[in-house]
């Protein structure tokens, strides 16, 4: 087995754990996207995230719609998120590439986003991913998929 790839049950509950820790602090610390844009996570499982986001005047743009960019850093921070769970201890990573398709635009008319990630494949050196952001009538606002770098410090 090498470095980055996931021991049994142990390493990805251990991960989950990891990742829930990081993002919670960052909360209570008014740090992150979590903080300032209101992305919050919502589960977490093997090679798989849940984050939502309710719109607010935070995250909107000159026509009072939800930023692309916005949208683009829910994708990022969820698919990133989702290959993080399938890394082994001690290994992280960054987004190498980002590539978004914007269907919807979004109004801040109180309705919650929610944004599923998926791993499609976690290598030694690099990672890949596929999101997708719903409206909350389930009508698909954006997709993307994103390369990632596996760092191995070890």
Known sequence: MTTTE????????????????????GLQEK???GD????????????????HLDPNPATINAMFTVHGGVLATLLDTA???????????????TTLE??????????????RLTC??????????????????HDAAGKLVAHGSTTILVLDNN
């Open 36 to 51: 300032s844009l209101g992305i919050r996570l919502d589960h977490a499982e093997e090679g798989r995230t849940l984050y």
């Open 116 to 133: 599923e990630a998926t791993a499609v494949h976690v290598g030694r050196r690099t990672a890949t991913a596929e999101g997708r952001i």
């Open 31 to 33: 740090l992150g996207v």
């Open 6 to 25: 996931v021991e049994p049950d142990a390493t990805v509950a251990r991960r989950v754990h990891e990742l829930t820790t990081v993002f919670e602090r």
């Open 79 to 93: 698919m990133g998120s989702a290959v993080f769970t399938r890394l082994g201890d001690g290994i992280a990573y």
């Open 98 to 111: 980002l590539k978004v398709n914007f269907i919807r635009s979004v109004t801040l008319d109180g309705s």
